[in-house]
């Protein structure tokens, strides 16, 4: 099937690109504007008990609310108010909740804090709106008046909160997207020089994963809207990484096995048809296990994974189709003598090769070699036990510097760490009929006495005081895991103490973190082994075997556990951060199982390739680090350079995803694919390819495998290698 498409792409290559043009460009113009979505209550369903209260303080306080933005004052000199900035903050706080700014609903004075030198005044705004852009527009306007009103004073004013993180996390965010765009860029086209030492090289692929990159956004934005998903700003930084680094590995893929054709002497056309054949089957097998891992995401109960699982598997599926049909196409109509000009190196056989050594180290020890590989692997795995999860992802995701971090920094210290978020727990009766205000005080002193808790603030009732509303300051920061555990502990007090008739319903920031982290550890549970065993399947299928996709999988599981270990290792005992993000381990789990087995279905298709030129099972293995390596080398290095361009972004977030994900892709292309699965595939022998016997299905590739190993045969010699090998 991969000949006869290679044969078509490079035979019509005008229509080809042409086609590839025409229907990027117009996928792109057609498709709709989308907005991205910061309020993290939005990710979850409404099932889960964060969500029910926010639903039911909507339907039974629609006056009341959660603080979407916080004005924090304080005097420039850092002195306590005087009578006369106290009176001055009254007035501002007044005129601000004047000035009729879109989204905002009043403006109203909060509390000083004990030591006398800030004041915090509270921003209400639309609650249906929140995380909304409008929402965004609205900080930066109340941030630049703010400011304007003070000017001149002993006061200065910062806006903090909600909508003012999110305000400065999207333009983190856009500062950091076209860092890592630039960086992407950067790394690329310097590798591919370094590989191809030819400009042209450099600059094609570049424009080609641009032309994929059209296509694919089009279609992520008409699937967002159709399934009515939520768009956010970290997918879109993802999906450049994912373009151009996949998109990078599969010319590269392409492009060696082209390379080492036209140096067997194959004219460039049918060298191309050659390359697309040969590789095209790793090439769709490899694709199809990192599509398979994304679209497990639509198992998760979290929505943004929701979306973006089926972004990055669209992202991979357009990157596919490319690499089978564009870029063969453009290729193909370039003389080789252009397209890796000055460079000469391309028709000549290397001696000596650094990859061929190492092929022959694999072969002679494989025992040695996959022993120490492993032991790598375990001893990095070990250190993921001490992983630890943090959810304040607005800290995480914009620098410490930023205006909206240094008024949380400041409350923390100020005021209690939770009095900007606090908890709300509501007590409602079923029936409709009035809460008793008994089993509400008794409620509150229950919840008094819960460690973690600041204050408890007496009940409010709604109009047909059928629910009461107890708000809750918690002593510690929303985000962190103190406040974590102080709300479960809430939930459980209040759910017991709810008489009968009634339901007891603990909400808030803190509480949306506790049910996201539930949600998570829920996708392990179920997104991770579907994804493995539809992973597992693939290899299965391509293989033919029942045995390699075992200890093919079981490489990567361990490769995913060492990642993690090692960015445990570097964040959290080196540099003493406290934790992680929360989303880390599904990232890894995603990019390096799925990409991992890119490059370990490279290695064993090569590897296979070789057997059933009759080698045995060492020699084959030693020949495909020799043939394969220098690809999965070049790929995993590029790949690995590119994610390493988000630790460039300037916050932890990126920096976490940076290093975790190139650390994970160095592990699968130069320790497992270069080292661990060869090595292991030697030492298991024929069996690996059990009960299909793959090895030893000769199909015509003897010839090829005898052009590069060295000895150019005849039609004649070719055949009659065939004949004796199937006799």
């Known amino acids: 099937m991969f000949h006869r498409i290679g044969r078509t792409v490079v035979r019509h290559p005008i229509w080809t690109i042409v086609t590839w043009i025409v229907a990027a460009v117009v996928i792109f113009l057609t498709a709709p504007a989308l907005v991205s979505n910061s309020n993290e209550s939005s990710f979850l369903p409404t099932s889960y008990e964060s969500i029910q209260a926010m639903n039911l303080q909507q339907d039974s306080f629609p006056a009341a609310f959660t603080p979407a933005a916080e004005v924090l004052y304080q005097r420039t000199d850092g002195q306590p108010f005087t009578a006369a900035d106290k009176a001055l903050i009254s007035k501002v706080t007044t005129e601000l909740g004047q000035k009729k700014i879109d989204q905002v609903q009043g403006v109203i004075p909060g509390m000083y804090s004990k030591d006398g030198k800030y004041d915090l005044a509270l921003v209400k705004m639309n609650s249906a709106d929140t995380g909304q852009p409008s929402q965004n527009t609205a900080a930066k306007i109340l941030r630049a008046d703010v400011k304007q009103l003070v000017k001149g004073t002993d006061l200065e004013a910062k806006l903090g909160g909600n909508a003012a993180q999110a305000l400065d996390q999207s333009n983190s965010s856009k500062t950091g997207g076209a860092i890592i765009l630039f960086g992407t860029l950067a790394v690329i086209m310097v590798a591919m020089v370094i590989i191809f030492r030819a400009p042209l090289m450099a600059l094609l692929p570049l424009i080609l994963i641009a032309i994929v990159a059209l296509g694919a956004n089009g279609l992520i934005d008409d699937l967002t809207k159709l399934l009515s998903l939520q768009s956010n700003s970290t997918v879109s930084s993802l999906l450049i990484i994912v373009l151009f680094g996949v998109g990078t590995d599969y010319i590269l893929f392409l492009m060696f096995r082209y390379r080492e054709r036209l140096r067997a002497g194959d004219d460039h056309k049918e060298a191309m048809i050659t390359a697309v054949g040969r590789v095209g089957e790793a090439i769709a097998s490899a694709a199809g296990a990192v599509i398979i891992a994304f679209l497990a995401l639509t198992l998760s109960s979290v929505s943004f994974l929701k979306q973006m699982g089926p972004a990055l598997a669209i992202s991979v599926g357009v990157t596919l189709v490319a690499g089978l049909t564009l870029m063969p196409a453009v290729f193909s109509l370039i003389p080789p003598r252009w397209l890796f000009a000055p460079s000469k190196r391309w028709s000549i056989e290397p001696t000596g090769s650094k990859f061929a050594a190492v092929g022959r180290g694999v072969q002679r020890r494989p025992a040695v070699v996959a022993v120490v590989a492993g032991l790598l692997m375990v001893a990095l795995a070990t250190v993921a036990t001490g992983y630890k999860a943090s959810f304040d992802f607005a800290s995480a995701s914009m620098p410490k510097t930023t205006e909206s971090m240094v008024v949380q920094s400041t409350l923390a210290t100020a005021f209690s760490a939770g009095s900007g978020s606090p908890a709300t727990v509501f007590l409602s009766t079923d029936n409709g009929t009035p809460v008793s205000p008994g089993a509400v005080a008794t409620l509150e002193q229950k919840l008094q006495g819960v460690s973690g808790v600041a204050s408890v603030t007496p009940a409010v009732y709604d109009k047909k005081a059928d629910t009461a509303d107890i708000s809750v300051t918690l002593s510690a920061d929303p985000e962190s895991a103190q406040a974590m555990d102080t709300v479960k502990q809430l939930r459980d007090v209040a759910h017991a103490a709810a008489p009968d008739g009634t339901r007891a319903l603990v909400g808030g920031e803190t509480a949306v973190y506790v049910d996201i982290n539930k949600a998570i550890n829920h996708d392990y549970s179920v997104v991770f082994p579907v994804a493995g065993i539809l992973i597992m399947l693939i290899l299965g299928l391509m293989l033919r075997s029942v ?45 390096v199982v799925a990409i991992g087995t890119d490059y370990n279905i490279l290695m064993i298709s090569r590897l296979r390739e070789e057997a059933r030129a009759g080698r045995t099972p060492r020699e084959a293995a030693g020949q495909a680090i020799r043939h394969a390596g220098p690809t999965v080398a070049a790929a995993g290095a590029i790949l690995a350079g590119t994610f390493a361009s988000m630790m460039l972004a300037g916050n932890s977030l990126f920096s976490e995803l940076g290093f975790s994900i190139s650390f994970g892709i160095v592990m699968a292309a130069f320790v497992m694919a270069m080292f661990f699965t060869p090595a292991l595939t030697a030492l298991i022998g024929h069996a690996a390819w059990w009960p299909g016997h793959a090895d030893r299905d000769h199909d015509g590739g003897h010839a090829e495998s005898l052009v590069v190993a060295g000895h150019v045969p005849s039609e004649d010699d070719a055949l009659a290698k065939l004949d004796q090998t199937r006799n």
Not at 555 to 582: C, D, K, P, R, W
């Open 547 to 591: 045995v390699a996709p075992w200890y093919l999988m079981a490489s990567v599981g361990l490769g995913f556990a060492a990642t993690i270990g090692a960015t445990v290792l570097v964040f959290q005992h080196m540099q003493n951060q406290s934790g992680l993000m929360f989303l880390l381990p599904v990232f890894v789990y995603l990019f």
